[in-house]
């Protein structure tokens, strides 16, 4: 049984390079008859709950029985969890912006005759496009017989039937279309062309639109130009780009500004005109994933406009129930504790629950890194969990874990009861240590001799990891469209958190992307074919996501405005969370042979 289980060396980068296959799963392939009796209220009247409040109050979950009358077991009417309230009602200033109105211009597109023998389209580069470029199948939900998310064969979605407007990331399959076959008429070439209704032509295209296909066709050619090193050749395509983009225009003009500062640094570093340490020190001044520990009122917002974090903390939550159905005493272990709001959705859940009594919820956060500051939010963090569980009468305690590396990390740091049912619950804590992968590989290693019941897992569905710059361009291209196509569709009101997000958070997650390598890239997403690679190695087996979990998924997509641009695909047993058919979040569950 000692080596049952492979820990040898595991590298991301050595899983290949490829969008991870989706399934196209119909909704009704699954055991319908599960949830043929369940039934669904949603409270229309948030009344006092508003802002983080609603993270708990708009929501309910399933019991394992699907005809039991009290399916929801959240209400609008709990007691308000008080240490919150700083977060309800947030009021912000409109920023106003004078755009600059801007005429079609012909940007420069690649002199494919003088450069056909400097290069060619990589083939690996021509596929992710192409895939892109296949379009997705309806989804239908069973009994329902509706569409999640209307499409028409390409992909396109469309508002109605006499309507077509382009996302973010239908100009990026136009424009990657156009540029594949403006760079290559090569007969190798041939059967990787995508077929898109608009030609080689800009028939059918809003001047807007011509305009933006333009723009990305040409920071497409600039992206490739610096694949192959060639770093002046790709410096002719900044200014006009950078001219035509804005970080104030519409979705695609921001995205492309972004890309094409990412893309200026990283020309600018490999040719010296820049000092990479002056560069560094100046980023040092902002870390996302530091940031991302205490609850700003910008990060706030983005929880409660767009979808992903709810559907996914939900569906997480959703998965645990279903496992703690007759433990007395429960016992979960967080990886990235950070406010612990999906602990208050679960202490409602078990409030509600009748017949099996609990008798302990133990939370155990994980304090490593800046000891000082992740010890002290999760001290935080339990003083408010504390407090919450006790006006709902729930016997509660919480256990921090203090290492100053995760190299250090032990079982026996954990107190863990044998008469506990242990789970651990992951939601975008791994992908922050793939760029320290002996910490992955310690908190594994600690995961397996613990043994949980469960292991729950939410991610990032993204591949920003290859070694290959050109195709992870690419992917970080359709990544970040789909993201600022659904800022702009579920932020308007809130332009200032918008641009606060837009410039702060995703600039930063485009430049590392982008612009860096080595150890200074630490942004390194992996998609979900490379996760069970990984958990594989330590004896882990994914199991099914219940019809109750994808049915609270899509539940929670219904309650945001813009929730019927989200799409749901099954992945083998994991679910994939997207917008408008881009993949961007991932939920699955795992358990340990």
């Known amino acids: 049984m000692e080596n049952l289980y492979n820990f040898g060396e595991f590298s991301f980068n050595a899983v290949e390079d490829k969008l991870s296959s989706s399934n196209d799963i119909f909704w009704e392939t699954k055991k319908v008859h599960e949830i043929k009796n369940a039934q669904f209220f949603v409270a229309e009247d948030l009344g006092e709950f508003n802002g983080t409040e609603s993270l708990c109050s708009n929501f309910g979950f399933f019991q394992d029985d699907p005809s039991y009358e009290g399916e929801f077991l959240l209400s609008t009417d709990q007691q308000k969890f008080q240490d919150y309230e700083t977060f309800d009602n947030l009021q912000f200033d409109m920023v106003n912006f004078d755009e600059q109105l801007r005429t079609t211009k012909n940007l420069p597109l690649p002199d494919t005759e003088n450069d056909k023998q400097h290069y060619q389209t990589p083939l690996a580069a021509v596929e992710i496009l192409k895939n892109y470029g296949k379009g997705f199948k309806k989804l239908l939900l ?93 410096r002719f395509f900044l200014p006009q780009i950078e001219s035509l983009s804005s970080k104030t225009g519409n979705p695609v003009k921001r995205l492309v500004h972004y890309f094409v500062k990412a893309l200026r640094q990283r020309i600018d570093r490999e040719t010296g005109r820049v000092c990479a340490d002056s560069l560094q020190k100046a980023e040092s001044l902002f870390d996302p994933e530091e940031d991302a520990k205490v609850l700003n009122p910008t990060l706030l917002a983005f929880i409660e406009d767009l979808p992903f974090c709810k559907i996914s903390m939900f569906t997480c939550v959703q998965a645990l129930i279903e496992n703690f159905k007759d433990a007395k005493k429960i016992h979960v272990i967080d990886l990235e504790i950070r406010k612990g709001l999906q602990w208050t959705i679960l202490i409602q859940a078990l409030q509600s629950r009748n017949e099996c009594p609990l008798e302990l919820l133990k939370i155990t956060a994980i304090a490593s890194g800046n000891i000082d500051t992740t ?20 016997p509660f305690s919480f256990d921090i874990v203090v290492v100053s590396d995760l190299l250090h990390l032990r079982k026996d740091h954990f107190k863990i009861d044998s008469d506990e049912t242990v789970a651990v619950y992951s939601q975008y804590a791994l992908r922050n240590k793939i760029p320290q992968s002996d910490q992955l590989e310690t908190i594994m290693r600690v995961i397996r001799t613990i043994n949980p019941i469960v292991m729950v897992v939410g991610e990032i569905e993204a ?63 992996v998609k979900i074919d490379v996760w069970r690679a990984f958990f594989k190695r330590f004896g882990m087996v994914e199991t099914e996501l219940s019809m109750m979990s994808l049915y609270q998924a899509e539940l929670v997509a219904k309650r ?9 695909e099954m992945n083998g ?19 340990f042979i």
């Open 560 to 568: 945001f405005a813009c929730g019927n641009s989200c799409t749901f």
């Open 142 to 234: 069973p009994d329902e017989g509706k569409i999640i998310h209307p499409v028409n064969d390409f992909g396109f979605v469309t508002s109605n039937e006499n309507e077509r407007k382009l996302s973010t990331t239908d100009i990026m399959k136009v424009a990657g279309t156009r540029f594949i076959q403006s760079s290559s008429s090569e007969s190798a070439l041939s059967g990787l062309i995508l077929n898109h209704p608009f030609g080689f032509s800009f028939s059918g295209l809003s001047d807007e639109e011509k305009e933006d296909v333009s723009l990305v066709e040409s920071l497409l050619a600039c992206a490739e130009k610096v694949g192959y090193q060639q770093f002046e050749r790709a």
């Open 463 to 525: 591949n920003h990891n290859s070694k290959s710059f050109v195709n992870r361009f690419i992917e970080a291209l359709f990544y970040f469209s789909a993201f600022f196509d659904c800022l702009e569709d579920c932020m308007k009101g809130n332009e200032k958190n918008r641009i606060i997000l837009e410039s702060m958070y995703f600039s930063y997650g485009i430049m590392n992307t982008v612009a860096k390598e080595g150890a200074e890239r630490k942004s390194r997403n």
């Open 573 to 591: 047993e994991c679910l994939v969370i997207g917008w408008k058919g881009t993949p961007i979040n991932s939920v699955s569950v795992w358990k």
């Open 375 to 394: 010890k002290q939010i999760a001290e935080e963090t339990c003083k408010r969990l504390k407090d919450f569980a006790q006006s709902l009468n729930i």
